[in-house]
């Protein structure tokens, strides 16, 4: 099983980039899924986080309006649309896989509740 982020890199302040993760191994289209970041010396902290059918969603305050987290399910693939990016935004990202397909405002914010993890991918933001 696993998880494939791609499509960091590095980029200007209000620039865009649009993260990718594709999953193998495992179907999952029954599995809520999540986008995660941990900046240098800093916990790995909840970005954004989707259901199983993609009809809910919920945002970290510091991403709501400028991040957009949609799904897949037929390419397995979850993904994270970053628009008006900003240097705070820096971080390694990790995308996040939930066995429990529905999720709540509280639980898709937690690290533990997530039963597999990608690679992480590189987002830099220069000023």
């Known amino acids: 099983v696993q998880l494939q982020a791609s499509g960091g890199g590095l980029v200007q302040a209000g620039g865009s980039l649009r993260l990718s993760c594709a999953a193998s191994?495992?179907?999952?289209?029954?599995?809520?899924r999540g986008w995660f970041r941990q900046a240098p010396g800093k916990a790995r902290e909840f970005v954004a986080a989707?259901?199983?059918?993609?009809?809910?969603?919920y945002y970290a305050d510091s991403v709501k309006g400028r991040f957009t987290i949609s799904r897949d399910n037929a390419k397995n693939t979850v993904y994270l649309q970053m628009n008006s990016l900003k240097p705070e935004d820096t971080a390694v990202y990790y995308c996040?896989?939930?066995?429990?397909?529905?999720?709540?405002?509280?639980?898709?914010?937690?690290?533990?509740?997530?039963?597999?993890w990608g690679q992480g991918t590189l987002v830099t933001v220069s000023s």
């Open positions: 191994g495992l179907t999952f289209s029954d599995y809520a």
């Open positions: 989707v259901d199983w059918r993609g009809s809910t969603t």
């Open positions: 996040a896989a939930d066995s429990y397909g529905v999720i709540d405002l509280e639980s898709s914010r937690l690290v533990d509740e997530y039963d597999y």
